[in-house]
Structure formats: structure tokens, C-alpha cells
């Protein structure tokens, strides 16, 4: 299910829906997906950021998928405890 919400996000960027394609990945790092890692969301959301002039949201997009990530490889262990202790949308 998870990755149909990647696919839409990547339509939604062809078609120039920016703020659309940003939303559906807000709705990948909900709770009900806390069990799934899509770190194409974080792709999507960056470019998306990127095309509505919002740097520095772009820059912390990239910054958690730096935090879940190790050398291309999830760290499965914190990639949760990082989605309980701050979620993405909490200002920084």
C-alpha cells in the first residue's frame, strides 16, 4: 500500500502538484505506515520542496532519510524510535 503513495507522489511531480505530492508523503510517516520503509518518500518530498522554493524543508527532508540510513542501508532498529521522538511535522 505504501508504495502506491510513492508511485501517486511521482505522478503528482510530472504534473507539476507539488503541495500534492508533498501531502501524500506526509501520509507515508503517519502512524498506520510506522512499520514501513520508504525512503522514496523522502526523495519526493525533497524535490517537491525544492520546486516550491522551500530549501530549507528540502534540506531537513534529506537530513532524516541521512538519520535512517547508514551507507544505503535502513537502521531498522531506530528508524521507529526516530518517528516516535520527533515527527515530521514538528517544526524545527
Known sequence: ???????????QLASDDFAGAIGNMYSLHSP???AVYQPESFVVRTIGYLNI????????SLTWLERITVSGTPRRATISAI??????????
Do not use: E, H, I, N
Open 1 to 11: 500500500m505504501g508504495a502506491s503513495f510513492d508511485r501517486t507522489g511521482l505522478t
Open 83 to 92: 518517528k516516535v521522538r520527533a515527527p515530521m511535522s514538528t517544526p524545527v
Open 32 to 34: 498506520y505506515f510506522k
Open 53 to 60: 522554493c522551500q530549501y530549507g524543508d528540502a534540506y531537513k
